[in-house]
């Protein structure tokens, strides 16, 4: 039998649309949606497909401006989610995880 994970990060903000990003979020709506079709075609050779929503992960690449990093998720805790995640038994696929600050990181 056939084993393996296909891990899709797309984030939490395209879940509910994002003014003036109309095609980005039609898109990643899509990925999506090819994920959730990719996991029926795969899931009886063994293979797991998860999509991931992220909120505010603190990374170099999120501006302070406005923002509290101590408020953020941090990239360890997205891996430990993943990780959790991949390292289920066999019998088991987490297809799906959405995770948000607990509190707003916005000041």
Not at 25 to 43: I, M, N, P, S, Y
């Amino acid at each position: 039998m056939k084993q393996g994970g296909i891990c899709l990060y797309l984030r939490a903000y395209i879940l509910a649309g994002l003014e003036n990003h109309a095609i980005h979020c039609a898109l990643r709506h899509a990925q999506a949606g090819f994920a959730k079709a990719l996991f029926q075609d795969v899931r009886e050779d063994g293979v797991r497909v998860t999509l991931v929503h992220p909120g505010f992960v603190s990374t170099p690449d999120v501006s302070d401006a406005g923002k509290d990093r101590s408020k953020m998720i941090k990239l360890e805790e997205i891996s430990t989610l993943i990780s959790t995640a991949v390292l289920l038994p066999n019998n088991a696929c987490v297809t799906e995880l959405t995770v948000r600050p607990q509190r707003t990181p916005y000041l």
